[in-house]
């Protein structure tokens, strides 16, 4: 596949690339055949897909697995998908946030193994991968390519400069591995940034748990939320407790006040989310 056959198609469909939607169809088909593979999925695999644009990864999707899931908010696209007449690809036309992901997977998905395998809106990158974790335990893994940036973060480890709350949530839940990157030559439209395929394997058990995961989920955030801060310090402009009961738990816990968030392990801060549940809220 080349630019100038993506043209010709799009002007045959009287569609076109929309910039609000993000729209860069992944051209290369090596790039398209290594995503597939690294996926792993078969005929006992219900796949979902995330903005498949012009459909290309989508039939390579169809040959592969027992069913494909489709997500699509441009009528352009679900039209030019619908011509092509995949034979076990369904069709939602609509955005995937608004969207009751756990109904449509228990009507798709003929309780096959869920995976989701997409190349995601890179604007909405972050909110889809939340909005997965967050309303669904229905999927396995996803195999998704992003903005390489956004990928570095998924996997960053403490004291780096791609660590923040985002990683220690999708570590919490996941195993994250960059599998490859991808260039700009390999869409088109051209993206400004290089890409990345990552895979996000759920943990079929979470060994150190937060108490109560609402909190752990705000509390991870809230301390995060100004990077050059100390941990003390985020915690006091997002709490009212009691300064020295908050430097106990950190002393608790062998840890500074003058220790930044980017410092600690995803188990430290579950520990810390843990201990400040238990002794300020829980009574």
Known sequence: MNKEKVIKILQE?????????????LLDENVLNNIVKSSGIDS?????????????????????????????IDTEMVNVIKSKNFHNVDIIEGDFLKANIDEDFKKYSKDLDIVVVANLPYYITTPILLKILEETKMVSKMVVMMQKEVALRLCGRPSTKDYNAL????????????????KPSSFYPEPGVDSSVIEIAYKENIDNKAINLDYFLKFNRNIFSQRRKTLMNNLQKAYKY??????????????????????????????LANDFYQTFESK
């Open 167 to 182: 990683s220690v949530l999708i570590q919490y839940f996941t195993n994250p591995k960059l599998l490859f990157n991808v």
């Open 13 to 25: 469909n009287n569609a076109s690339v929309k910039k609000q939607f993000g729209q860069n169809f």
């Open 44 to 72: 006992n695999t219900f796949v979902v897909e995330i903005g498949p644009g012009l459909g290309f990864l989508t039939e390579y999707l169809s040959k592969n697995a027992n069913n494909v899931l489709c997500y699509e």
């Open 242 to 271: 009691d300064k020295q009961l908050m430097l106990d738990i950190l002393s608790k816990n062998n840890l500074s006040h003058m220790i930044r968030s980017e410092a600690l392990s995803v188990d430290e801060i579950v520990n």
